[in-house]
């Protein structure tokens, strides 16, 4: 089932927690709502859900305007951080609520159940209580009972976020999975841009309260729309280092920092105004000698993270980081060198900070 906002807005007191969000999720899609805390992703969840009440705009699931319906009438189940597992019933017995609520035949109930449970591998599990149960096995509980009730769209606020790193990289790939074996349209919040761009078929990049991209993760990636977007999706984030472009010369220019542009950036990028020129760590190359038209820089410190290394340098006045092999280990304070590859280079305005084509 496809969902819509349509100039959907959300305010408490003088606050704006959603401004006018536009956004269509495809039928079956997968869709994670992206940004930091306060950016209004779990609001938009909740509005979407009958939590919260709609300010202004209007929000459909499939063709029916949903803005006046009950949270029941809405047909959508919600995943939430803390599990919300009833500490008194089994695990059979969490599953079974929501159907047990919608009075369905107990021989139903008892073969829906059963099914999710081997779905999510919960089988052995279904007489024990939340409290006999890991972190991971609760939010698959969690999963299951949201999964059991077969809804229209599935509503998912940071699932993943208390459990640990490993974990959550297990259960990353097991969501990702049961998504794609229900082919329910999920709507997905996290900060964590990782799950993003594993999990998505499309994201949907929030900054307070509105909506700054909304496009598949490889374009997310390669090709934000303003600097916001680029700093906050890659890990580590965006390289940006502020300047000015030299025509004449063909060149970015940072005071001893001039970066040779291809004849393609020298069209299109505009003359005297400030610009700011965002690489991504693995774009930058490093060497250990002098090499023609590469620049000189200082390393701040390196961290290795076992399949390669994170070196933070100083270059001129700026501050950025590189990708290197794992072999790569300059002491700190050593001269490096460094080329920065004028394909990888992307342009926004300084003052806008949107993306310049």
């Not at 072999?327 to 993306?355: C, N």
Request: charged share 25%; net charge neutral; glycine share 6%.
């Amino acid at each position: 089932m496809d969902v819509r906002f349509e100039k959907v807005t959300k305010t408490f007191g003088s606050t704006k927690a959603v401004d006018e969000l536009t956004l269509t999720v495809e039928n079956g899609e997968f869709v994670v709502l992206l940004g930091p805390s306060g950016c209004g992703k779990t609001t938009t969840l909740r509005l979407l859900a009958g939590l919260e009440t709609v300010t202004s705009g209007r929000m459909f699931i499939g063709s029916i305007c949903v803005n006046d319906l009950s949270p029941r009438e809405r047909d959508v189940a919600m995943v939430f951080q803390n599990y919300a597992l009833y500490p008194h019933m089994t695990v059979a017995e969490n599953i079974a609520y929501p159907l047990r609520v919608r009075k369905l035949d107990r021989r139903e109930i008892t073969r829906r159940v059963q099914s999710v449970a081997e779905m999510l591998e919960l089988e052995s599990l279904l007489d024990r209580r939340p409290r006999e149960l890991s972190g991971g096995q609760r939010q698959r509980v969690a999963l299951a009972r949201a999964i059991v009730r077969e809804p229209r769209v599935y509503l998912m606020d940071e699932p993943l976020s208390n459990l640990d790193a490993k974990l959550r990289v297990q259960m990353r790939g097991e969501l990702k999975r049961l998504q794609y074996e229900l082919g329910t349209t999920t709507l997905y919040v996290t900060h964590d841009q990782a799950e993003a761009m594993t999990l998505a078929h499309r994201i949907a990049v929030m900054k307070d309260g509105r909506l700054q991209q909304f496009d598949t993760p490889l374009n997310i990636y390669h090709r934000p729309a303003n600097r916001f977007v680029a700093g906050f999706v890659g890990s580590p984030s965006m390289n940006f280092i502020e300047g000015t472009l030299d025509d004449a010369a063909g060149c970015f220019t940072n005071g001893d920092l001039v970066v040779p542009l291809t004849p393609e950036q020298r069209d299109r990028l505009p003359t005297g105004r400030r610009l700011t020129l965002g690489i991504r760590p693995e774009d930058l190359r490093l060497s250990p000698e002098s090499r023609p038209g590469w620049f000189p820089a200082t390393v701040y410190v390196t961290e290795l993270m076992g399949n390669e290394t994170y070196v933070f340098l100083k270059l001129g006045e700026e501050k950025v980081v590189a990708r290197a092999e794992p072999s790569f280990q300059p002491e700190i304070e050593a001269i490096v060198w460094v080329m920065l590859e004028a394909t990888k280079l992307h342009f926004f305005d300084a003052t806008s900070g949107e993306r310049i084509d």
